[in-house]
T-cell receptor
């Protein structure tokens, strides 16, 4: 069964700290790995990773994928209280049998709850 | 607005009643997804529509759950004979669907969700 596992489940840090969130996966067919930030109800997209070893960066956030060891990390440097959220990792995998397998679905981990204290 | 919208935002119902949840995807997005997020759990895939083709229903937890998408746009998720374990936030997302290369473009844009409470 395809699965995505995130760790830690929750994390409390102080402003200015650097955090590393982990995501490991076991899927039959891997297409890409995605990170989302969920503050209230709707997750917002952060990164999509498809190749190993290529770091994606956006401001204080960065992420990298290791397809050999089947994991990804999300780093946040100089954390701020506005970074407090649930960070979700998802793996894209082929879904139904349409278009010769060109469809896709996302399998999500349970998320990491990050709390940044002032 | 240009985002995904869902209605209602909150729904409280009694066990055994049927409920309908609505999703309006971003205009031009051919792919539409329904997810469920129970308290303390990750997002659980329910169903996926691509254009006018038959949906991928592999995530629906039971035959009490069904969904349709009319005219390739608005989607309705129906839960019949609701149970307390159906209580969750139901999220809808849309994406562009198949890109120029034929491969699905997967950046999904999420709606605000519907919080369903079954008493």
């Amino acid at each position: 069964e395809d699965k995505v596992v995130q760790s830690p489940l929750s994390l409390v840090v102080h402003e200015g700290d650097t955090v590393t969130l982990n995501c490991s996966y076991e899927v039959t067919n891997f297409r890409s790995l995605l990170w989302y930030k969920q503050e209230k109800k709707a997750p917002t997209f952060l990164f999509m990773l498809t190749s190993s070893g290529i770091e994606k960066k956006s401001g204080r956030l960065s992420s990298i994928l290791d397809k050999k060891e089947l994991f990804s990390i999300l780093n946040i440097t100089a954390t701020q209280t506005g970074d407090s959220a649930v960070y979700l990792c998802a793996v894209e995998t082929p879904g139904g049998k349409l278009y010769g397998g060109a469809t896709n679905k996302l399998i999500f981990g349970t998320g990491t709850l990050l709390a940044v204290q002032p | 607005g240009a985002g995904v919208s869902q209605s209602p935002s909150n729904k409280v119902t009694e066990k055994g009643k049927d409920v309908e949840l609505r999703c309006d995807p971003i205009s031009g997005h051919t792919a539409l997804y329904w997810y469920r997020q129970s308290l303390g759990q990750g997002l659980e895939f329910l169903i996926y529509f691509q254009g006018n083709s038959a949906p991928d229903k592999s995530g629906l937890p039971s035959d009490r759950f069904s969904a349709e998408r009319t005219g390739g746009s608005v989607s309705t998720l129906t839960i019949q004979r609701t149970q307390q374990e159906d209580s969750a936030v139901y999220l809808c997302a849309s994406s562009l669907g198949r890109g120029v290369s034929g491969r699905a473009s997967n950046e999904q844009f999420f709606g605000p969700g519907t919080r369903l409470t079954v008493l």
